[in-house]
């Protein structure tokens, strides 16, 4: 963990943790843990290697673990492939060179994201080098992973997952936040911008959210930001959108995200969104009705156009044209959302995911 809240890129390792504290003795190492409640848990306070190193050598002569479980794994290189020759297996969010690739070509300071490409080639080909069990988010990073390394590791998919406040969420007792904008029609941007975090997907999502605005300026259609303030937008914003800033409470995020109409992923192609699985996942979990660019859904497949949600291109007036006309026709959609809950029940529970990375960690802390 990394933060002190739960989202973004945090929430796979706080979820998975809190479900894996059911059937292990757990331990949660980060820069800040200060979320966690569900187990122990070392806050380092400070991204320095030195710091890493030295903390994960207290928390393993403390605890004595079994399995490390490095999330997130680019920082410190796994604080040196886990401070030692412990039974270690690694985490992969993503592919982080393929983000910073794919960036380049549209980054204001383009210098900068070359060397943060390079860096993190770099620090995760050392990861992929210890030829220790990888477990990726999507199963495009295990198809990439052998296609930009030469060389394929034991990796094994378990995608990510939605919290049980979301799935059973008591939608229709839940406080609308939106009553001063009613009546209407709330379309929502889960898009978290922290002090010392750069979310350069999260950012690009903001920016198109604005042009879409933009094109519905006239229509009963607002446009409410999450998890960041107006000041963190250097640019102008016009008067049908809203910034929340980060919500104080996690009932609030709940209801904000369930009392919307419509939840936006408007991610460009070059944001390679790989956090926006998590957005995607807490919108269907609470029958909120998706629209989405293809990048917003990328690692999602399962899910498809007009059977769980709304896909559109990628140009700023076509996604609101789509949002416009689902706000006209909500009663046509309701099968989509219907359909998309039941499917994130069935499948998508951190709670099974958590099992099937406690199936993988359970036989690599016994070989």
């Not at 549209?106 to 069990?133: D, H, M, P, V």
Request: proline share 5%.
């Amino acid at each position: 963990m990394d933060s002190k809240q739960p989202f973004g890129a945090f929430t796979r390792p706080f979820y998975l943790g809190m479900y894996l504290a059911k059937w292990f003795e757990v331990c949660q190492v980060g820069v800040d843990c200060s979320a966690v409640h569900y187990c122990d848990a070392i806050s380092i306070a400070d991204r320095g290697l030195r710091s890493y190193i030295k903390t994960l050598k207290t928390a393993i002569a403390q605890f004595q673990p079994d399995v490390i479980y490095a999330q997130e794994t680019l920082p410190g290189i796994a604080a040196l492939i886990a401070a030692g020759n412990r039974q270690v297996v690694f985490d992969f969010h993503t592919l982080s060179a393929f983000e910073y690739w794919s960036r380049i070509s549209t980054a204001s300071n383009r210098l900068r994201e070359l060397k943060q490409f390079i860096k993190t080639y770099i620090a995760q080909g050392c990861l992929i080098a210890a030829n220790k069990l990888i477990i990726a988010a999507s199963r495009d990073t295990i198809e990439m992973v052998p296609k930009w390394y030469r060389y394929k590791p034991a990796m094994q998919f378990v995608g990510n997952g939605v919290p049980e406040d979301l799935i059973h969420a008591p939608i229709s007792a839940l406080r609308d936040p939106y009553q001063a904008l009613r009546p209407k029609q709330i379309v929502v941007t889960v898009a978290p911008k922290a002090v010392g975090y750069e979310f350069p997907s999260n950012d690009m999502s903001v920016e198109m959210t604005i042009e879409i605005a933009e094109c519905l300026q006239d229509k009963p259609v607002h446009f409410v930001v999450i998890g960041r303030d107006r000041a963190s937008v250097q640019r102008s914003v016009p008067s049908n959108v809203t910034f929340t800033g980060f919500l104080p409470s996690r009932e609030e995020f709940v209801a904000h995200v369930a009392q919307a109409d419509i939840g936006l992923l408007p991610f460009p192609k070059e944001a390679v969104a790989g956090g926006a699985r998590n957005k995607a996942l807490d919108y269907l979990a609470c029958k909120t009705l998706v629209v989405s660019t293809p990048e917003g859904l990328r690692g999602l497949d399962e899910f498809q156009h007009q059977k769980h949600l709304l896909m559109t291109g990628y140009d700023s007036s076509e996604v609101a044209k789509v949002i416009l006309e689902a706000c006209a026709n909500r009663d046509r959609y309701t099968p989509l959302v219907d359909a998309s809950h039941r499917f994130v029940q069935s499948h998508y529970s951190w709670a099974a995911m958590a099992e099937r990375v406690g199936a993988l960690l359970e036989r690599e802390a016994t070989t």
